[in-house]
């Protein structure tokens, strides 16, 4: 039993996608949440550069004393590297592996679709995980750079025309190509899962990687005997680093008024 906050970190809004699964699978369980809102997008930026903002986000939760840092960022779980993880005071999970793994569970004819920030697809992180599960697997990915500076100026709405002609140029090609699961690779898209699904329509099935991590933390806590076992509701606390006006204005619309807790201005850097 461990009563200390699970820890989650995004550049932005993308990372309570899996807040908002892991408040409703673990609700007795405290969150603390960072969004890197002076620095997003993460997408564009050098390995160098995520590598320097990993550090410092996963910093920020463990001086929050957290037990898990759950980076809820397909850019970030893309390119951190395992040796650095386990070297960590505190647990660590990325995106990438569970949502692989439930991708290849999901797919009928083995071809997948994965889409996600320019950092994650150059990266392969997904491929080379799926690889791994099934190595004849056949995969199409795209970057779509766009998305999140879409999504975080609040495009979000299921009939918003900007971010559906987008949605159609990203997702249509993936389409075309014949994929029958598409992994929400960047944890900002399911955010927009409506939309994308309305563009990829029912044959497609969606993995959503903000699930899948909170599916796999709830997990991992559980192995490790770190639930905390307690009457209560979980609090929530959210921390980001620029103002927190509109990312609690979006955030609050995504999240609905189910979840609500704090949310403060830090400087992690
Ligand atoms: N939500 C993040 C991801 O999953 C970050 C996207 C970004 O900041 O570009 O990749």
């Known amino acids: 039993m461990d009563k200390r906050p699970i820890g989650v970190f995004d550049s932005g809004l993308g990372g309570l996608t899996a807040v908002k699964e892991l408040a409703a699978l673990l609700p007795h369980e405290d969150i603390v949440y960072f969004g890197d809102t002076a620095r997003v997008p993460y997408g564009p930026r050098s390995r160098d550069t995520l590598l320097k903002y990993a550090h410092e ?10 037990k898990l840092a759950l980076a809820a960022c397909g850019t970030i779980s893309s390119i ?3 040796k650095l993880a386990q070297k960590l005071p505190v647990s ?10 439930a991708a290849v569970a999901a797919s009928r004819t083995g071809h997948i679709g994965i889409i996600g920030t320019r950092a994650t697809i150059k990266s392969n992180s997904y491929a080379n995980a799926i690889l791994k599960l099934l190595p004849q697997a056949k995969l199409t990915s795209m970057a779509c750079p766009l998305f ?3 999504i975080e100026g609040g495009y979000i709405d299921r009939t918003n025309p900007i971010t559906t002609t987008l949605a159609q140029e990203y997702l249509l090609p993936l389409v075309n190509e014949g994929i029958d699961t598409l992994i ?6 399911p955010i927009i899962r409506d939309i994308i699904a309305d563009v ?4 497609v099935v969606l993995i959503d990687s903000g699930r899948e991590s909170a599916l796999a933390a709830r997990d991992l806590l559980s192995r490790q005997e770190l639930l905390a076992e307690r009457e209560r509701a979980g609090r929530l606390s959210f921390y980001v680093s620029d103002s927190p006006d509109s990312f609690a ?16 201005q830090v400087s992690v850097g």
């Open 57 to 66: 986000d996963i910093h920020f939760l463990v001086s929050k004393k957290v």
């Open 80 to 82: 951190y590297p395992p």
């Open 92 to 101: 660590y999970l990325g995106v990438v592996e569970p949502t692989a793994k």
């Open 148 to 150: 999140v500076p879409v």
């Open 184 to 189: 929400l690779g960047c944890t900002h898209y």
């Open 200 to 203: 990829v329509g029912p044959d």
């Open 249 to 264: 204005e979006i955030g609050g619309l995504f999240l609905g008024s189910q979840l609500t807790g704090t949310c403060e």
